[in-house]
Structure formats: C-alpha cells, structure tokens
C-alpha cells in the first residue's frame, strides 16, 4: 500500500513538474533577453556619440584637451548606464508572466486526479487483504467456516454455472452440519455436469450424517449407484469404510479403503487411508485375540468331457477374492504343467497386498481359471470354475467344467 502511494505521488509530481518547468525556464529566457538588449542599446548609443566626437575632432571643432575630456566623459556614462538594474521603457515592453495561470493548472491538475480516481479507481479495495487477515486471525474455527460459506454462495448467486463453486460449497455445508443445503448443492452439480460417481458419494454422506450417522434406504440406492458408475470411487468407498468401523465391521471397512489404495488416483490421501486401515486391524485383533495365520485349501479337478480340450502347457491361476461388494482380490497363485486333480494351499506369502489381514475373513470367493495364452484374463477357449462360498475351516473342491467362448 505505501509503494503504491509513493507511486501516485510520483505521477502527480511529474505532472506539476510538467507545469512549472516550462514557466520558470520562460521568466529566465525573458530576463536574460531583457539585459541584452539593453547592453546592445547603450553600445550603440557610445558608438553613435563617439562617431560624432572624432567628426568634430578632425573638422578642428574640438581641441586635443576638449576631445579627451569629452571621450572620457562618454566612456564614464556608458558604464553607469550598463551598471543601472534596468530602464523603465525596456520593463514596459517586456513583462514577467504571472502565477496565476501555472497555479491555476496545479490545482486542476491534483483535483481532476482525485475525481478520477474516486469514481473510477478501486481505493476502497486497498485496506481489505489486511483487514481480511486481522479478521481471520480473530476469528475462531465455526466464524472461518461460516465466512468461507458466505464467500461461496455469493459466487454461486454471481455464477450459477459454476459447477465448482457448488461443489466446494457442498462440502462446506456437510462441514458446518447443513446437510439440507449440502445435499441440495450436489443436485445442483449434477443438474449442470452430469450424475457422476463422484458426485454422488458426497450426497450420500450427506444423507448419512442428516440420519445421524445411518446409511438409510436412500442412501444405500445411492452408494450402490455411485459404485456401479466406479467401483473404486474414493468418497463412496470412504463412507462404506467408515459406516463398517463404526459398526465394528472391520473386515469390510478394511476391503473399502483397501480398494481405494489399490486404484490409481493422485487426488486421495494414501498416509490417513493405511492409518485408518491400520486402526481398524488394531481393533479387529483386540476383538478376536491371538488368531493362528490362515491357509486356504483348494482341490481343483478337471471335467471328464473336457479332458480333450487341454495340451498340458497351460497355466492354472487360483484366484481369491472377498465376496461382498465391493470385491477386493485377497490371495493369488500360478501353477504350470498341472496333471489334474491338484491341491493348492494359499496363506499369507500369496497375498496380493502384504498389508492385508484376512483374520477377520471367514468366507470367501474362489475363482479357477485354465489358461491357454498363460494370462490372468479370461479368454476364449479357456475353462474355468468358481466357489461363491469358499472357507478356511474346510478343503474347498473346484472342478473346471466351463469352456469359455
């Protein structure tokens, strides 16, 4: 702010120097004008005089003693004429301009500068950051919040189209316990862009927190919607964690976050999902106690009426994986050149994810796949076998009996 006074006062002060230079330089110009001409005059007039001395010298008019006597004469006046400060005649003709019109310019000048500033500039402006910041560092968390929703749905009522805008402000709701108002933002957003996943993980929320924290009917047809668009969308994975740890739900909680961490996004928070999901495996073992590592027995045998339609090179793949939604792949194995029927054991050294506790698992999904191309992906020509409801206290026993087209 003071720079930018100093800077106003530097434009102001060239525009006055603009003003009075050019009226001091003329007073200057005048003056020294003025004892020119008077010091040509008064040479003239000696030369003029003493032109007619030595005429009259040389006629025999004047004697040699008359004629010195006359010159030194001359000489003398002519010094005190050059001494004199000036002559009345010669300050008639050339007079000094006055302050009136470079006085009266000045001050043109500074009040047309205010008026313009005044109508058209913004000073009003320049003390607000400051007393933005002396406002927010008294207000407490509740004021802050409470300003920054002001501040929102000021911008939505400018620009009803920001989808952004509504976004934020959604979420500052939910924040500030207006789940009426949040819920209504978000339908918003999705009037202007779309229903999106993303977009209905957070009504969702703000419908569990309206019915104090219970996902209802509601809120169930949306989190099951949000999940058929994305099944790794993080804010709806989020509230199915969180409604299971409350719950006292830990297996579940932990397969929710576990599926956010195994998705790709930069936009999630990594550290606080593995602390919540190192929580919850806290709270499962203190619930469960000491529990022995777990092995998962499978025994996979091959249909008679398919036996014709294997090499001997193909690749087995064991796959394990939760059996609720969302799914989150627990256990795999790779197995070559298999002679059926095989027993495979999976424990811990198979998991897909070396943080994943499965003391808490009791049933799981098993899915066999044959591979011909030696790839994970189901393909035509392979054969494969699932078990809905694989268990860990008893040998689960798959037979590949489907061809795959």
């Known amino acids: 702010m003071t720079l930018f006074w100093i800077a106003i006062a530097l434009v102001v002060f060239s525009g006055l120097l603009l003003i009075w230079i050019p009226h ?12 020119g001409v008077r010091k040509q005059t008064n040479l003239e007039v000696f030369a003029e005089r003493l032109a007619n001395l030595k005429q009259e010298f040389q006629q025999g008019q004047l004697e040699q003693q008359e004629f010195a006597a006359l010159k030194q004469e001359l000489e003398v006046s002519l010094l005190q004429d050059i001494k004199q400060v000036g002559d009345d005649s010669l300050d008639n003709q050339i007079q000094k301009k006055g302050l009136f019109w470079p006085s009266l310019m000045s001050i043109t000048l500074l009040a047309l500068s205010g008026y313009l500033y005044q109508q058209l500039g913004a000073y009003q402006q320049l003390a607000i950051p400051m007393q933005a910041n002396d406002a927010h560092s008294a207000m407490g968390p509740e004021m802050a919040l409470g300003q920054r929703i002001k501040l929102l749905e000021a911008e939505v009522q400018a620009q009803p189209d920001n989808s952004q805008a509504w976004f934020t402000l ?46 209802t009917a509601e809120a169930q047809v949306i989190i099951d919607k949000a999940l058929a668009l994305d099944p790794k969308d993080p804010s709806t994975l989020l509230l199915v964690g969180m409604d299971a740890f409350f719950k006292a739900n830990y297996p579940q909680a932990i397969d929710a976050w576990q599926l956010i961490l195994s998705s790709d996004r930069s936009d999630i928070d990594r550290g606080a999902l593995i602390n919540a999901i190192d929580a919850a495996k806290a709270q499962l073992q203190a619930q469960s106690g000491p529990v022995a590592a777990k092995e998962l027995a499978i025994s996979v045998s091959l249909a ?19 059996q609720t939604e969302p799914k989150t792949p627990l256990l795999l194995t790779k197995l070559t050149e298999v002679s059926f029927p095989v027993t495979v054991t999976l424990d811990a050294r198979h998991a897909i994810n070396e943080q994943l506790n499965m003391n808490g698992l009791d049933v799981v999904e098993i899915v066999v796949l044959l591979s011909k191309n030696a790839s994970l992906k189901p393909q035509a020509g392979d054969i494969q076998a699932k078990l809905a409801n694989g268990s860990f206290s008893k040998p689960n026993e798959l037979v590949l009996d489907t061809l795959l087209e």
């Not at 001091?24 to 004892?35: K, P, V």
């Not at 949040?182 to 339908?187: K, L, N, R, V």
């Open 24 to 35: 001091f330089r003329q007073q200057h110009l005048l003056q020294t004008e003025a004892s």
């Open 170 to 215: 959604g979420h500052a709701y939910i924040t500030n316990n207006q789940y009426n108002q949040a819920i209504a933002a978000f339908d918003k957003v999705m009037e202007l862009v779309g229903v999106q996943a993303e977009l209905l993980g957070p009504k969702a929320t703000a419908l569990y927190y309206q019915a104090d924290q219970t996902i």
């Open 304 to 322: 008679p009426q398919l036996t014709d339609n294997i090499s001997g090179t193909e690749t087995l793949y064991v796959f394990v994986r939760t």
